[in-house]
């Protein structure tokens, strides 16, 4: 992949394209900004080397424009972070006043590049016009939006294929970590998996059964998987369509030697309110008229030992309703488990990661937290990603 070592930088005007897409509270507040504190060492570099840097980002799913999307937010954010002024652009396809006003080392960001429809255009020619704008006044193109490389958009794919690009050092360390996950862990490798649904995460599963030595299931995925072995969830979430390739994973395990592990026993309410009335019960004891909204404490306790012992350990969904604090301790206890765990832990963006930040748990601990929740899944599940794919070869 290429590098901002193969640009020539001192005096340019760069593209960089980050993923800014933050989650915001009713207010409009940015909640956390992990994502803006991940493109800072490509920022400073860029800086650093002499280059004019102007942010392409999108926030969010506009149709249009939506004013409550706008970036502004997050240029004020940055301008803290980075300690200088980042300059605002209302125009998503850049104004040539506010570029030509930049010196070199300073930094604007554009408005939310999905205010204009033909980012995200299925047509790549529609595409390629918007990204023609952009390459008028970019000398060249820095993708650092790890987030958004699963992607063909025209800020993603087409910009990088009309201008000289390169990763940047978040997208490169994150593609690091990944392509190590793929080919060449060390073992023990142990993969944790929960969040809400199972059927987001067949590809992954299906693509990690052949690496893995352990394969650790939680949140409400466990329930399908306990379908498939004849149990009863009561009003637990479950996909009874995909029962048939759970059952096959279940073989599949046996057939590689992985030690595939379901829950043992549950954290199970009478309904989904933080005030619930609560019961720990056996996985084959799940009353009728209840959901399982965490993983109970003999299981904890069970992944956390298997955990220790891993020289790898990656995890993605989190173990339960972990937004919940009747429904975190699950959560709490993989978290905790990976984080004084010698060995090389890393988590996959998305929910996984907002929940180490909201329950606490020392971020530094950890090898690496990923900023993509979708494209983590996607490269772990061995898919080709296009924002990739564009900035291979020389
Ligand atoms: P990630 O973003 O890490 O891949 P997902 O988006 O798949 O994870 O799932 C995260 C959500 O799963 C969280 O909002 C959490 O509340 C929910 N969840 C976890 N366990 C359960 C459960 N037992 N029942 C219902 N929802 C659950
Ligand atoms: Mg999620």
């Known amino acids: 992949m290429r590098t901002l070592a193969d640009l020539v930088l001192p005096g340019s005007t760069v593209a960089l394209r980050c993923d800014f897409n933050v989650p915001l509270d ?5 909640t956390d900004d992990l994502r803006i504190a991940g493109a800072l ?12 840097v102007v942010i392409l980002a999108h926030l969010g799913r506009p149709k249009g424009e939506v004013s409550s999307l706008s970036l502004a937010p997050v240029a004020r954010r940055l301008s803290e972070l980075l300690g200088s002024t980042v300059a605002f652009s ?8 506010v570029i030509d006003s930049l010196e070199l080392g300073e930094v604007a960001l554009l408005e939310n590049t999905r205010f204009d429809p ?4 299925k047509d790549p020619s529609e595409r390629a016009e918007l990204a023609a704008i952009w390459a008028k006044w ?3 193109f820095v993708s650092d939006g790890f987030g958004v490389v699963h992607r063909e958009q025209a800020s993603v794919t087409e910009l990088a294929n009309m201008l000289p690009s390169a990763a940047g050092l978040l997208v490169a360390r994150e593609s690091e970590v990944f392509a190590r996950l793929l080919e060449g862990a060390e073992r023990p490798y142990t993969v944790i998996l929960g969040g809400s649904k199972v059927g987001d995460k067949l590809g992954v599963i299906e693509s990690l059964l052949p690496k893995v030595d352990s394969l650790l299931i939680g949140g409400g995925m466990a329930y399908t998987f306990l379908l498939a072995m004849g149990l009863e969830v009561g ?10 390739t759970v059952k096959g994973f279940l073989t ?3 057939e590689l030697g992985v030690n595939l592990m379901l829950p043992v026993d549950f954290v199970v309410a009478d309904r989904f309110a933080p005030d619930a009335t609560t019961q720990i019960v ?3 004891d799940i009353p009728a008229h209840s959901m399982g909204l965490d993983i109970g404490p003999r299981t904890r306790e069970l992944y956390s030992q298997v955990i220790a012992k891993s020289a790898t350990v990656v995890w993605n969904g989190p173990m339960g309703v972990f937004e919940m604090p009747a429904f975190a301790g699950g959560t709490l206890a993989v978290a905790q488990a990976m984080a004084a765990c010698p060995g090389f832990t890393v988590i996959g963006g998305g929910d996984s990661a907002a929940a180490v930040r909201i329950l606490d748990v020392n971020e530094q601990a950890f090898d690496h937290i990923s900023t993509g929740g979708g494209a983590s899944l996607e490269f772990l599940e061995g898919k080709e990603l296009p924002g990739l794919t564009v900035l291979k070869g020389k």
Do not use: H, Y
């Open 26 to 30: 009713p207010q409009g507040e940015i």
């Open 41 to 52: 060492p490509t920022i400073r570099a860029l800086q650093q080397a002499g280059s004019r």
């Open 90 to 97: 209302t125009n998503p396809s850049g104004d040539q006043r």
């Open 118 to 121: 033909r980012e995200t255009s």
């Open 138 to 140: 970019a000398d060249a």
């Open 235 to 244: 009003d637990s979430i479950s996909q009874p369509d995909f029962v048939d």
């Open 252 to 254: 599949k395990a046996e």
């Open 282 to 284: 056996e996985r084959s």
